[in-house]
């Protein structure tokens, strides 16, 4: 009962700081200020938000970027975009998400390393994700250049809903299938032509 | 006057390779490395006004390619060089385990896509403390001196270079209603249902616009999507109904919009 | 029933945009993005508000002057002292700072100069700087769109140890290229390790 009764002030507490936080809120934070463990507040947390799901609320609680933050319901988004004359979010060019997939992927890395991957010069478009924030120098190389690294911030990970890299899918899940990579092989065969497959 | 515009089609060399290669894997059998050559060399042709730097990575691929053409097409000779053999292996291997690397990062590419545009549909709280609370947030103001606000200030007004955005290598290549259906079609299935504004965000030019709308009247002569536009001069809502498997673009007749 | 469907997905809606807003949404906002009139935008917004009392959440939907918003509840006022005072981290973000001086360089200056200038929407950053009261607003433009003009406060001055804004250096008339800029901050960083040079 007691017990209880401490949640229950708790869950509102978490509920008043998470409403007043302009970013997601960590759970160890919120262990240090409402002094409990922070698997305890990480229970609650759950629990709140599944609660809201359940209550069939607008908004939700969600874990993003290694913290809690509130958002509006994803089905609710046409209401939302109407009423945010920003509402509609610029979507990334091609060339964006891959050079953001390598560097979320192999960070730290350099200009360099993306280059040879990508076979073009990135510079435009680390500028552009580094201008929306999604990407940052974190290091510098120790070699002689010591070229810029960059890594992925937390805006990356907010934009793409995740809580931290560790939530990325494994990179080995995108490992061409055995089709592709026999097709590529075909494609570059330098032995014996079969009986006249040049046109 | 045929239509033609900027359109990224390519994103660089070992793009356009896996492009060429996997355009033609419908049947593996198929795959002929002579074909391929001369479809990249015919694309390089394409991309006259290109790039100088830009030119020299897809050129040097194309040295490889050649180079292995030309080794194909002269096979069992006795009089080879061993080490040039060795070498001209090493070096496909290397182009193997390019575009290996390049397909890999196209496809989580493609998963970041799709993470993003569902997490777009969600808007963040970012409202922060109301009045009652005002003057109890840290100072931000601490340790900052005027010399930084100078600095700050030069640093703003540093002219910052045009973000050429991804279009700068590619900028040359002519496109067509039917490479903007490719894409459509390619981009399409993912997004599943999409609003045109978001289709069209990421480009530059009123003729690219166009021409993608033009994709979009096309596929929906063919029955692949469906329109809804809730009102007048409203945003179109873009609707895939093709499903998931990968349509053949060349299945698809797109008549030409001359001009 | 069917009246009642409408009422819940209009209730979604109005958790949703609130949710979201940085400003108070005024009812008829709401109704006008909702379609539905004003009168039943109110009615549900009291239903709303008095069903999260009834609950007993850490936060209220409450009526201000410019309409409806989320706050945290006021009992819980004690805990989000704490977390504005110890859980935020102080920090100006690069992008208020350039903001910050570009205003104090400038005044006074419109939205549109200033984003002219940062090539970004300055929206965001210009709500934080307002807020916290180093930036106001001291004019309007005489211009058809009578904009906004803003500059610093005294209180701009104060917190920086300035008597006036010709305290701050000198700008030259031309603008040293990026590298000089690094230089010289670089330069700066040496001679004094402020205390948050390692941020």
């Known amino acids: ?199 | 006057m045929s239509f033609a515009v900027a359109t990224p089609v390519y994103e660089g060399p070992f793009d356009l390779l896996l492009h060429l290669i996997l355009r033609e894997q419908v049947d593996i059998y198929e795959v002929s490395l002579s074909r391929i050559v001369d479809a990249y060399l015919a694309e390089i042709e394409r991309m006259n006004a290109i790039d100088l730097d830009v030119a020299t990575e897809f050129l040097l691929i194309a040295a490889t390619l050649v180079e292995l053409k030309a080794r194909r097409l002269l096979p069992g000779r006795d009089d080879v060089d061993l080490d040039e053999e060795l070498a001209l292996w090493e070096e496909r291997d290397l182009l193997l385990a390019r575009l290996l690397e390049c397909k890999t990062f196209k496809d989580v590419a493609g998963v970041f896509s799709r993470l993003a545009d569902e997490a777009d549909r969600s808007f963040p709280r970012t409202t922060g403390a109301d009045e009652r609370f005002a003057g109890l947030a840290p100072d931000l103001l601490e340790g900052i001196t005027g010399e930084r606000i100078h600095l700050a200030y030069l640093r703003a007004m540093v002219p910052k270079p045009t973000p050429r955005i991804d279009l700068f290598h590619v900028a040359p290549i002519r496109a067509s209603v039917a490479d903007a259906v490719a894409e459509l079609v390619d981009e399409l299935p993912r997004a599943g249902r999409i609003t045109f504004r978001r289709l069209t965000s990421g480009l530059a030019e009123r003729l690219e616009i166009i021409v993608r709308f033009l994709a979009l009247l096309e596929l929906f002569k063919q029955g692949m999507i469906e329109l809804d536009q809730r009102e007048k001069f409203g945003d179109i809502d873009v609707l895939w109904t093709g499903g998931l498997e990968p349509v053949a673009v060349g299945s698809i007749a797109i008549d030409d919009y001359e001009g």
């Open chain 1, 1 to 199: 009962m007691s017990n209880e009764r401490i949640d229950a002030e708790t869950v509102r507490a978490i509920e008043a700081i998470v409403m007043v936080a302009v970013e997601p809120v960590a759970p160890d934070l919120l262990a240090q200020l409402l002094e409990q463990p922070t698997a305890v507040i990480e229970r609650l947390c759950n629990e709140l938000a599944a609660a809201y799901d359940e209550a069939g609320h607008g908004f939700e609680l969600v874990r993003v970027a290694g913290g809690y933050r509130y958002q509006s319901h994803a089905d609710l988004a046409p209401y939302v975009e109407r009423f945010l004359l920003d509402g509609q979010r610029a979507r990334m060019s091609a060339a964006a998400l891959e050079t953001l997939a390598i560097i979320a992927y192999k960070q730290p890395l350099s200009r360099a390393q993306i280059a040879s991957i990508r076979g073009v010069d990135p510079d435009a478009v680390l500028r552009t994700l580094q201008a929306r924030g999604y990407i940052t120098e974190v290091d510098r190389d120790t070699g002689p250049g010591q070229a810029i690294l960059y890594g992925t911030t937390t805006s990356f990970l907010e934009k793409l809903g995740l809580n931290s890299l560790g939530d990325l899918p494994p990179i080995a899940d995108f490992v061409p299938s055995a089709d592709v990579v026999e097709a590529l092989e075909q494609g570059l065969r330098i032995d014996a032509p079969a009986p006249d497959a040049a046109t």
